[in-house]
């Protein structure tokens, strides 16, 4: 005897026992057969259901994978962000750091595993700066030390000079040589204290005044070398700073412009208005930076001529470093108006009057 749970399903048992597709009212049917001693029982159910279970099944097994996989990318980028962005930071203190900084770098915030890193460049900034203050210290001591002594030969020169007028020859030669190496260890003192770390005072003064003033100090060295030296400078144009380091930065421009020129020669010095605030300018028609010169004129002892003229190497980098320390802009090139020679252009910060 037959029975169905859905009447007409069936018109026979099935034969085949175990599970089969079945097509039943034009549709087909996923049918177990489980065969006895005296009876069969058969379950079917649609294909089409089945997909739905087992597609319903994938897309709930799946959904929480699909969302934890973005989740799981954005919380990784997220912590690489932040402890890339910690050492974007001590890339950026590195970078702005003058070699004058003695703070040891930052440990906070700094990942564990860097920190034995940071702790070992703290250590090798405490040696850098211990080598440099006894670097600075030998040569401040040593420049102060040869004062007296170098003095003391100047002044007997000075008497012998007096005392005996057929040496003058040797005598002048001697004296010359002193006033170079007076020269030199005053320039050594002050670069020495330039190397300091910069204490200016806030004095606000007239650097058209002052660059007019240093024009006037060097026109006798000018008239002995029968150099045509001129200006143009506008009254009153403020600036703050030293007024003494400025004016020894306007100083060695104007020497050097001098000292490098050939009798006859020009050298012309002015002051103009820029975006920055003023311009100062020195130009002269000597012999010019040799070529590859312009990128070590700003070294220490380095002389780019040293056939024309007598120096110590020192005066341009005693400017760069006045120009530093106040936030001047600094360049010494050849000349760009078809005139040979150099020119010297220092831009500062500051209001006209």
């Known amino acids: 005897m037959l029975h169905q749970t859905i009447p007409g399903m069936f018109t026979s048992p099935p034969r ?45 097994a799946a959904l929480p994978a699909a969302l934890l996989i973005p989740f799981s ?25 003058g070699t004058m900084a003695t703070e ?8 564990q595993e860097l920190t034995p890193l940071i702790t070992s460049m703290n250590g090798l900034i405490v040696r850098l ?15 102060h030390t040869l004062r007296t002594p170098i003095a003391a030969m100047q002044i007997e020169i000075d008497n012998l000079v007096a005392g005996a ?22 320039r050594l003192l002050r670069l020495a204290r330039l190397d300091e770390p910069p204490a200016l005072p806030a004095t606000r003064f007239d650097a058209a005044r002052l660059l007019l003033d240093c024009v006037a100090d060097h026109a006798a060295l000018a008239a002995r070398k029968h150099i045509e030296l001129s200006a143009t400078i506008p009254p009153r144009f403020l600036v703050t700073g030293a007024e003494d380091d400025v004016r020894t930065l306007f ?44 990128a070590r004129i700003f070294e220490r002892f380095f002389r780019a001529t040293p056939e ?21 802009g600094l360049e010494v090139t050849n000349r760009t108006d078809a005139v040979r020679g150099v020119m010297a252009t220092v831009t500062m910060p500051g209001s006209w009057a």
């Open 16 to 60: 085949q026992a175990g599970f089969s597709t079945a097509r039943i009212g034009g549709e087909a049917w996923r049918v177990y057969v489980l065969r006895g001693v005296d009876r069969t029982v058969a379950v079917a159910q649609r294909e089409i259901v089945r997909d739905e279970i087992a597609s319903n099944a994938a897309i709930g």
């Open 104 to 111: 040891p770098l930052p440990l906070h915030g700094i990942p």
């Open 251 to 294: 100083g060695n421009l104007i020497e050097n412009a001098v000292t490098y020129t050939q009798a006859g020669g020009t050298v012309d010095i002015s002051l103009r208005r820029s975006q920055a605030g003023g311009c100062a300018e020195v130009r002269d028609n000597g012999p010019g930076l040799p070529e590859g010169a312009q």
């Open 308 to 328: 024309v003229a007598e120096g110590t190497g020192l005066g341009l980098a005693i400017a760069r470093r006045i120009a530093e320390r106040h936030g001047f």
């Open 73 to 97: 990318w954005l919380l990784v980028w997220l912590t690489l962000h932040r402890t890339l962005r910690r050492l974007d930071l001590l890339a950026a203190d590195l970078a702005t750091r």
């Open 165 to 186: 007028p057929l040496a003058l020859p040797r005598l002048a030669a001697l004296a010359a040589g002193a006033r170079r190496s007076a020269q030199l260890t005053d």
């Open 129 to 143: 700066q211990a080598a440099l203050s006894a670097q600075k210290r030998f040569l401040a001591d040593a420049a």
